[in-house]
């Protein structure tokens, strides 16, 4: 059986609710960019055709909207 620490476990229970969303909010702190949990989210919710809003904790005041994985990459 799944632990309640483990990756799969969770992407079990978080990609059913984040279908039921208007928009992902990613807030962009340290390694955010290499988070797999993270980058699953941002593949489903583009899957799903649900926004993706980058939110810079520091400096910017408005979200960046991504449209593809790729623009997450740059």
Known sequence: PAKVTDHDFWMAVDLPILERASALHVLTLPGWES????????????????????????????????????????
């Open 35 to 74: 988070s797999r949990g993270v980058n699953e989210e941002i593949e489903h919710a583009l899957r799903f055709g649900i926004p993706v809003m980058l939110v810079c904790p520091f400096g910017r005041a408005e979200p960046m909207v991504i449209n593809q994985p790729a623009q997450v990459a740059a």
